[in-house]
Nanobody
């Protein structure tokens, strides 16, 4: 059974940094495009970053550019989201998800409809 397990969330202060991890089992992440999504209280889920299984630049939501960095460690079958200079508006549940079809992640877009497997999420709360 495919599992994606996020970790690294918690209560932070504005300006802090955090690294979120997404560890996979029963799939090999190198063969998938991987996305990070977040859902703030009372808001719809949004895609914040993705990295395609093909070569190319990662995607970042405009509001996180320069602060978020997505990376993957194929040897550990894990994907990371480094978040620097946290802001209160970064508060939310962060989910990782994987897509077999590379169409759903490119340097200028992410489409959550194409993601096949999702993690349970990790809560990030940023106080001002």
């Amino acid at each position: 059974q495919v599992q994606l397990v996020e970790s690294g969330g918690g209560l932070m202060q504005a300006g802090d940094s955090v690294r979120l991890s997404c560890a996979a089992s029963e799939i090999t992440l190198a063969y998938y495009s991987i996305g990070w999504f977040r859902q703030a209280p009372g808001k719809e889920r949004e895609g914040v970053s993705c990295i395609s299984k093909r070569a190319g630049a990662p995607y970042y939501l405009e509001s996180v550019k320069g602060r978020f960095t997505i990376s993957r460690d194929n040897a550990k079958n894990t994907v990371y989201l480094q978040v620097d200079s946290l802001k209160p508006e970064d508060t939310g549940v962060y989910y990782c998800a994987v897509a077999q079809d590379s169409w759903y992640c490119s340097g200028d877009m992410i489409d959550e409809n194409g993601y096949d497997y999702w993690g349970q999420g990790t809560q990030v709360t940023v106080s001002s």
